[in-house]
């Protein structure tokens, strides 16, 4: 079975983005921006870790997990489910259901080829389905 290539860390709030981004290179032995991307969610308190090279990612949670640093910020890390569609929430009212598609198709995104966009307008939020579950960026 196809695993994901996104980590999900939660309750990231005591840890500093800069710092978080280290950490997860000296975890992974991986270079942030050249092997893998984070893009953290503060509103959530939530980081998500998407490798751009190829890793074990569950590997990957499991040495996090372990990792005394992860341990005292008391972070989780999870893989981030493969599923077909996503919601996308606080899609500005300008945005067109293209730009949506061609965003999500960025492979720099971690995304994939788009086979729909539904804009909900009036909740500011979008659903974008994917051709394959390799697109859940």
């Known amino acids: ?14 840890c500093q983005p800069n710092f978080l981004r280290m ?14 991307t984070v893009e953290v969610i503060p509103e959530i308190n939530v980081a998500v870790a998407t490798f751009i090279k190829r890793i074990d990612t569950e590997e990957f949670v499991k040495k996090c997990t372990r990792h005394k640093r992860v341990k005292e910020f008391k972070m989780t890390a999870r893989v981030l489910e493969l599923t077909q569609s996503v919601k996308v929430e606080n899609v500005p009212a300008s945005v067109s259901t293209d730009y949506i598609a061609v965003y999500f198709e960025s492979a720099r995104n971690g995304g994939g080829p788009v086979s729909d966009v539904q804009l909900f307008p009036e909740e500011n939020s979008a659903i974008v389905t994917f051709c394959d579950r390799k697109g859940n960026a």
Not at 1 to 14: R, W, Y
């Open 1 to 14: 079975a196809e695993t994901s290539s996104s980590v999900v860390f939660e309750n990231i709030k005591g």
């Open 23 to 36: 950490l997860l290179e000296n975890i992974s032995g991986l270079a942030v921006d050249d092997d893998f």
